[in-house]
């Protein structure tokens, strides 16, 4: 099984840019979540998905979007870059809300 | 929200050697999660613990959830052992708080 994937591995942006942040899993989990990680912080919740068609923001909602379309795949869409997005992002999954929770590769953003 | 607080921040061990590091959670949970990421970046989930003790390997985890602790033990510690842990606590619906981790060095 290939578990969480994420796409890009690195990207970098210029201000004002659009991106999206590619994730799938292949588990078959019902809750997906998008954190990103700054240097030296433990991970903060962007927004997270309960299952096709329902997400909700997390702690650090501003300047991104979700959907949720599919159970495989939790896209992350950025549409103003701006510098304060260069971070390194995670998505997760889990079968259930509060179960142990698995992460991608990530990937890592520069806004310039 | 509830505060998650790792002791030490940062650990240098001599390969070999023990070593246990500390998660305070400020509230009641629902679970207990410690993860591992290495040089790479990469998180790998090392144990889902509400309560008691599990071992994997040399690695073994305790969560007292009465008291708003977690342990992670190291023994034996190899140089793979270097990264960072995380713990993070799940609380009220779908809320996982992440501590800013333990840095961890195994020089060989």
């Known amino acids: 099984n290939a578990g969480v994937t994420q796409t890009p591995k690195f990207r970098i942006l210029k201000i004002g840019q659009s991106m999206t942040l590619q994730c799938a899993q292949d588990?078959?989990?019902?809750?997906m979540y998008w954190y990103r990680q700054d240097p030296g912080m433990g991970l903060k919740l962007i927004y997270y998905s309960v299952g096709a068609g329902i997400t909700d923001k997390g702690e650090v909602p501003n300047g991104y979007n979700v959907s949720r379309s599919t159970t495989e795949d939790f896209p992350l869409r950025l549409e103003l870059a701006a510098p304060s997005q260069t971070s390194v992002y995670f998505c997760?999954?889990?079968?259930?809300?509060?179960?142990?929770?698995?992460f991608g590769s990530g990937t890592q953003l520069s806004v310039l | 929200g509830i505060q998650v607080e790792q002791s030490p921040p940062d650990l240098i061990l001599q390969e070999g050697a023990n070593s246990t590091l500390r998660c305070n959670f400020s509230?009641?949970?629902?679970?207990l999660q410690w993860f591992h990421q290495n040089p790479w970046g990469q998180l790998i989930n090392l144990f889902y613990i509400p309560s008691g003790t599990k071992q994997n390997g040399r690695l073994s985890a305790t969560t007292v959830a009465t008291e708003r602790y977690s342990l992670l033990y190291i023994s034996s510690s190899q140089t793979t052992d270097s990264g960072v842990y995380f713990c993070?606590?799940?609380?009220?619906?779908?809320?996982?708080?992440f501590g800013k981790g333990n840095q961890v060095v195994v020089i060989p």
């Open positions: 993070a606590a799940a609380y009220g619906n779908n809320r996982l708080a």
């Open positions: 997760a999954s889990s079968q259930q809300g509060n179960e142990k929770l698995f």
């Open positions: 509230d009641s949970v629902n679970n």
């Open positions: 588990m078959n989990h019902n809750y």
